[in-house]
């Protein structure tokens, strides 16, 4: 069956465990377009986001790290601290 079968909204809800942040494309000093590829604790794909990152947003990515946090507060995700000294 190929064809599409409509059906009363149903809401699905899936547990996000990790995310991976892909830059696809740059326009260089005017704009990039991000991807952000969501994942549960079984490295199941669950989720992708996408969104272009212009303007004095784009102006102030400067680093790994500030696109993590700018995609972190955009999506309201928490970054989870590993201990690794246990």
Known sequence: MSDFINIQQADITKEV???KIDVPFILLNKKCFVRVLC???NNEFV???EFELTGEDYL???SD???INYVC???NFNIDIIDDEN
């Open 47 to 49: 989720h992708k986001y």
């Open 65 to 67: 790290e500030w696109l």
């Open 60 to 62: 102030l990515w400067q």
């Open 73 to 75: 507060n955009k999506y």
């Open 39 to 41: 994942y549960d604790s």
């Open 17 to 19: 465990t990790k995310i």
